[in-house]
C-alpha cells in the first residue's frame, strides 16, 4: 500500500530561492476567504438544507465531465461510468463498480489538474491516505462513503469550513431563483449570489427556444410577443436578479461579434423566429446584437458583463444525441476579438457605469489582442484562464502573457468556473499558489521588490476578484 | 584545437534537484529499443546488403534540407553544396569543398537542433574529438571517410548498434515495396516495415497525377478509369501493404479539411481530372473527401492514418523550378481542426477499429483544439512535436500545452521522421532526455510522485509509438 | 521612505549556475556602443543644440502612449494627464499635479516593462533614490527638474553619455531632413540617420492624403498627377533620404499582404484616388501593390525594407476623435505571413541586393511562419519582438521560438523603436540582459559552449543590428 502524500510545496520552483519567496508570499494569502464570483454549482446544493452529495460516484464521477471524457477518450463507454441514456438504455448503476472503474483508469489523470484537484480532495478535504488504484478502490469508496454520512460533510458544512465568502451560482434568465429566495431568508443572500445567463432566450437557434420564450413571458409577466417585449422582459428580469443579489450576468458565444443591428432589423428577425423561421446566419447576427444590447443594459444597470468566447459545442453528435450537452465534446476554435469587440467598446468601453469580463479558449489571443485591450479599454478587464486552461501551466502561460501588457489591475481574479462544489478550495489552491510562485519569480529576477509582490499576491487570492464582480 | 564535447547532462535543468530525478528517469529509459514508427529512411539503405552511405558530404550535407537551407538562408547557392540543378547546370562535385563550405559555416547552426543532431552524430557515432570549423574541417573528413570504409559502418551494421527494434518506411501506393520483399525473406520483415502513402494518387494535381494513376492501374491489377476503380485499387494497394508489414498509413495535406463528397459528385471530380480537366478547388475538395474515404478504409483494415498537416510546399518557386522539391522551402501555414475534421471524426472517432494520429505545425493549435480533441475521442491520438518542433524548445511547448488536456495516453510517443538514418539515435535521444526533465519538473513541483514519473518516461520513450502504431 | 534599488542582476535567472553565466556573458557586452537603427525619436532633439527635454511630466508621461494608456485603462482622464484635446477643451497644465497622479499611479507598472524601464531611467540616469510614491511625488520631482537644468542632461550630453554609435529616426517621405543636414553639417551625420517611411503618401486612404501629396510633389520637384510621376517622385525622395544618411525604409500595415497590380490597374486606382474616389478594398490592394513596388526599388538602390505589420490603429474612436493617433489604443489583430509575402519573396527574396526586415505583434506566426520563412530565404531578417512584446517574458518567448528555427543570423538584432530618448539605454539593457540570460540557459543545459554563447551575446547586442541594417 502506497502512502499518498501532495507535497506542501506542490507548484512552487525547485529553485530555493524562489521557493522560500514563493512559500512566504503564499503564507500570506492561503487562509483568505474564498470569493467564488462565476461558477457552477447547483443553488439547491446550498439552498435546501437538507442536500447531500449522494455517493462517492456522484461526488465525484458522475456529474464531472472533466473526469468521464478521459475515461472515455481511452475507450470506456459513459454507460459503464453511470451515465444514463436519453433514450433510455441500460446503464452502470452500482456506482461502486463506476468507482472501480474509475479508480483503474486514474493513471489517466497524471499531470492534469483533474488529477491535481481530485488528488487534493481526497486527501485535504475527505482525509484518504492510500493512492487510489485498483487495489485500493474500495477501501477508500468505503472510508469517503463514511465521511460523507458524518454532519460535517454536507454542503453548507463544507461552505464554511472552505471559508467561502461569497459564492455565485449561473441561472438561467428564466430561474425563479426559489433557492436564492430561501437563502436570502436565512440570511445568505450575501454569502450565495445568481448570475443572470440569458444565452437559452438570446441564441435564436437554441434547441427549445421558443418553449424558454414562453418560460420568460411567464417569469416576467410581460408577454413576449415582439422584439420590444423581448427587451422589456429581460430588462424585467435583469431587475430581478438585481434584487436577488445578483451583481453580474453571464453570456457564452462561439465567437465576439458584436455587431448591433438595426431596430427594424432586429425585429424582423426575432418575429421570423417566433415565426419557427430561423437560419444560422440571422441567428449569429442577432446574438451578436443581444451582446451589444446587454452591454447597453449593463451600463444602465451597473450589472457585470462576462462575455465566455470560442467554445465549438457538441462536437461528438452521436455522443449528444446519446447523452445530450455537457460530456466533455465541447470544443475550441480560433477566436478573433479586436475587430469583433469593436462596436461593443466604442459604444460602452469608457463608460463608467460598464464593466465587461472577457475569457478566451484562444490562448494565442492573450498576448495579441486581449491583453491590449483590457490595457487600454477603463470598461474591459480580462478574466482568469479558462476551463482546459485553469491548470498550472495554463495559468502560467496567461500570467506570463498578460501581465506584462495588460498590467495586473486589468484582470478580474481567478473563477473556479466550477460544477464540482467539493473542488473549489483545491482550484483557489492552485491558483494561488501558481500566482505566488509566479510573483516569486518575479522577485528573484529582480523585476518587483517583496513588498510589491505581497501587495499582488492579495490582489490574486482575493481583491481583484471582489472588486472586478462588484461585490461588497 | 578545441576539443568538441557533448555534455551528458545535456537537455537537464541546471537546477541540481530536478536534473538529479531527470538523470535517474533518463537512466532507465536510455537504453531501451528504438522504435521508430515514421520516417524517411530511404528502403534501399537496409533492403540491399550492399548499401553503404558514401561521403561524408553524402551522409551530412547533400540529401538534408535541414542543412542546406540554413546555408542557402545566408547566401550560400545549393549549387556548392552539391545539389544538381534539373537543367544540367553546373555544381560543386568535390565533395572535400563541400565539406569545407559546410564546415566554415557550421556557427549557424548553434542553438539548432540540427547543430545538436550532428554534433553527437559525428561524437558518438563517428567519435569525431576535435570542433568543426574551417580548420579542422578535412582532419574530421578524414576521420569519418575512413569510419565509413569499416564494416560497423554499414547501415545494417549501425542498425544493430542503435538497437533499433522497427523502423517503418514512407513509400508511395505504387511502389512494389521490392526491398521490403528481399527484408520480409531475409526474415528481416518485423524490423523494417512500410507504410502506406498515398498522397500522388489523391491529390489530383500532383505533378504527374496521370502517370502515378498509371502506376496504380500496373500495381493493383485494376484498370483504374473511374472512380469506383481507383477505390477498388486504393484498396487492392492496401492490403499488399498490410501483407508487407504496414500497421499504418500516412496523408499530407494543407488544410485539415474532411468534407466527404456524395459518390456523384466523387466520381464526376476524378473523371474531369481523368480527362485532364482539374481546378484547384475540385482537387482540394477531393483530397478533403479521400481523407474521410481512408478513415473509413482504415476503420475496415485497422491501417493507423496519420494525418500530416499544414505545410505549404515550395514556396520559393525558382527554387523548386531550378532544384526540385524538398529544399528547405516549404513553409507553415496556420491551420483549423476543430471543424475541419469534424465529419471525419463523426464518422469513425468512436470507431473501435480506427485509429487516427494527427501532426500539426501550427502550435497554437496544440492547447486550443487538438489536445481537447485527443482527450474526447477514442480513436484520435496527438502525434509528437513536427519537423520545426522537433527540437528541445519545441518539445517542452508540446508537453506543457498538450499534456494536462490530452493526458500522456492520448498521445503517441516519438517519431524522428527523418531521413538521414544515422542522426535517429540522436533524435530519440534529445526526445528521451527532454521528456525525463519535463517528468523531472512535475516531480519536483510536487505535481506527480517518481514512481509516476517513471511509468511516464517509459510510455514517452517506447511504450506509446508502440501502441499507437499497432506494432507487435 | 523606502530605498529604491534595482538588482544589479534583474532579468538573470535565479538558479546560481545560469546566474553565473548569465553575468559572465552580459560584462562582456553591457558596455557596448548602441546601435539603434529604427526608432521615433524626434530629430529636433539632436538636430537643435538648444533642444531640452522639458518638464519631468513632458519627459516622463505626456507623451509617452505606454505610459498615458496604462492610466487611462484604470479611469484616469487623458485631460488628467495633460493631453490636449483637438477641440480646445480644458486639460491640466500643471505638471506638478501630473507627476503627482502619475505617481499616486504607479503601482499599475508593477511587472510591465513600461514599469522597468521608468525604475532604471529615474535611478540609473537620474540618481533618484527613493522609491516614487504619491507621497515622494513632489520630492522626486524636484530632483529630477533640479537634474534637466543642468548641462550633463541636455538630449547631446546624454546622446554621448549613453554611448550611442549609431540612431536611426523615422522620417516622412516628404520631410526636408533639416535638422539632418544640420547634424552632418556638424560632422553627425553618421549619428543619426535618416529612415524614409512613405506610409502617409502610398495608403490612399491616410487622412489628409491629397495634401501629403502635394508635399512630395514640392519636396521632390516631380508634379505627382499620375501613378508614374508618383512613383519617380518616390524614387527621388529615396535617393534623396540615402544621400542624407539613411540605409533602411520602414513600412507599416494592417496585413502582410504583397500581391502587386499590373501598371494598368495600379495607374487607374491611383488616378481614381487622385479624384478622390478611393474605397477600403481598392487602398487595401494598393498598399499591397506598394509594398511590392517598395521591395523592388530596394533591390534597386539598397536600403533596408522594414515592414511592420498587425496594427489596428486608433481602436478607439471617441479617443481618436478628442485627442489623435497614437494614444494607447492600437490592437494587434492576427496576421498571416506565408501567403501575403509569396509575391515579395518570389520576386526579391533571393535578390544579392534586397533586404527586408519583417516585424509581428502576432507571437503564435513566431515558430510557424516566420522563423522558416527567416531560415530559408537570403533576403530576409526577422526583426526583434516588437511593441508589446519588447518586455523580459516577450524576449524569452521570442527567442524560444525563433532561433531554433531561424537560427540566430536571420535575425536582426535589436530595436528600441522609442519616442522616449532617455529610456534607450533602459531599453537595450533589458534586451542585453535577457539574451544572455538566454544563452546562459542554452550553456547550463548543454546544448551550446561557453565559447560559441560569448560570440552570440556579441552579436545580440551589437553585431547583428550593425550588419542587418548595413550599418557601415
Known sequence: MSQWRLS???????????RRVARQLYEAVRDLPIVSPHGHVPPELLGDPNARFGSPAELFIIPDHYVTRMLYSQGVPLEALGIPPRDGGAYETDHRKIWQTFAEHFH????????LWLTDEMINVFGVTEKLTGESAQRIYDHIEAKLAEPDFTPRALFKRFNVEVLCTTDAATDDLSYHKALQDEGWGHR???TFRPDAVVNLDTPGWHEHIRKL??????????????IAAL?????????????????????????????????????????????????ARFTAHMLHEMARMSSEDGLVMQLHVGSFRNHN????ERFGPDRGADIPVATEWTRALLPLLNSFGTHPNFRVIVFTLDESTYS??????????PA?????????????????????????????????????????????????????RVTCNWLAGQVVTGLIDEEDAAGMAYEFAYGLAKRAYRLP
Request: hydrophobic share 40%; net charge neutral.
Open 235 to 283: 430588462e424585467n428580469r435583469r431587475a430581478f436578479f438585481k434584487q436577488m443579489g445578483a451583481t453580474a450576468t453571464d453570456h457564452a458565444a462561439v465567437t465576439a461579434d458584436t455587431e448591433p443591428l438595426s431596430h427594424a432589423e432586429a425585429s424582423k428577425i426575432f418575429d421570423s423566429a417566433l415565426r419557427g423561421q430561423i437560419d444560422a446566419r440571422s441567428a
Open 8 to 18: 506542501e510545496d506542490r507548484c512552487f520552483s525547485a529553485e530555493p530561492n524562489q
Open 368 to 377: 495579441r489582442e486581449l491583453a491590449p485591450l483590457a490595457g487600454h479599454y
Open 108 to 115: 489517466l489523470f497524471r499531470g492534469t489538474p483533474t488529477g
Open 192 to 194: 450565495v449570489r445568481p
Open 317 to 320: 453528435r452521436r455522443l449528444f
Open 380 to 432: 474591459m478587464l480580462l478574466g482568469p484562464p479558462w476551463w482546459f486552461f485553469d491548470s498550472v501551466k495554463g495559468m502560467e502561460r496567461y500570467l506570463d502573457r498578460v501581465m506584462e501588457t495588460a498590467g495586473l489591475y486589468n484582470t478580474a481574479g481567478f473563477n473556479d468556473a466550477t460544477r464540482a462544489f467539493p473542488s473549489i478550495p483545491a482550484r483557489h489552491d492552485v491558483w494561488r
Open 217 to 230: 413571458s411567464e417569469a416576467s409577466g410581460i408577454d413576449v410577443t415582439n422584439y420590444d417585449r423581448f
